[in-house]
């Protein structure tokens, strides 16, 4: 939906002290605490569906954590894969990548494209599954989506047992809800950080706002705080 467009700035509560400096930090700390909650919501299906992790790619203690917020519907959304790819290569084990679906109102085959990928996700299989997605987004069929997993070698049987589970699309609504919280209103956004970015942008353009994430994050783990502090930084 979104294409070359970038919020600077943090997604925080609007600061009302006269202080620049301590306004700046008072920002910090509420999007730290919307980034935290965005991640533990990724994170919800987990728990309640009894899937392993909640989907990402690398360390789990990585330095920066950057939350896509996609769907599978989106041409913008497709148009992103190969940048984050690219990001995640060249910054090999200092990132992680956590997927949060926001399936877009207008986009009547988003919801049933990322159902199924939760549960190709309790096999272990979301990545694999989530690029099949986008090879075929022209078409998203219930007959595709079967298709898709047999050909991951998916147990087809637990795969439509899961497609049929109401936990998936109450954990797809949390993941929404989250989402809106940080103010993505469309796809993709990204949170880096706290820092979100919004739109299929190139990879020249995410390198600084990671560049920048990953300063912060050295400077505060050198100063002994936390992963969530990190957040803050």
């Keep these: 939906w979104v294409d070359m467009a970038v919020v600077g700035g943090q997604v925080a509560p609007k600061a009302v002290a006269a202080n620049a400096a301590n306004a ?11 980034q935290k909650a965005l991640i533990e919501a990724t994170a919800g299906e987990a728990i309640a569906g009894g899937a392993v992790a909640a989907p990402s790619k690398g360390p789990a203690d990585a330095l920066v954590t950057i939350v896509e917020i996609s769907e599978f519907e989106c041409p913008f959304c497709q148009k992103a894969g190969p940048t984050i790819d690219a990001l995640l290569k060249r910054y090999d ?16 085959r988003a919801i049933p494209a990322a159902i199924a990928a939760l549960a190709a ?4 299989r979301f ?19 079967d298709a898709w997993a047999g050909e991951l070698g998916l147990d087809l049987v637990r795969f439509t047992a899961d497609r049929q589970d109401p936990t998936l699309r109450q954990q797809i609504d949390r993941e929404q809800r989250a989402a809106a919280a940080v103010g993505a209103g469309g796809t993709p956004a990204f949170l880096i950080n706290g820092k979100l970015i919004e739109g299929a942008l190139p990879l020249d353009q995410f390198l600084p706002v990671v560049d920048a994430a990953l300063s912060a994050a050295l400077a505060a783990e050198k100063d002994g705080k936390s992963g969530d502090e990190r957040l803050a930084a």
């Design 93 to 108: 084990g200092k990132v992680r990548l956590l997927w949060a679906n926001n399936p877009l109102p207008f986009h009547d």
């Design 127 to 145: 990545w694999d599954y989530h690029d099949k997605l986008f090879a075929g987004q022209a078409d998203l069929s219930d007959a595709n989506l």
């Design 24 to 34: 700046e930090k008072q920002a910090a700390s509420g999007v730290a605490s919307e």
């Design 121 to 124: 996700h309790r096999q272990g």
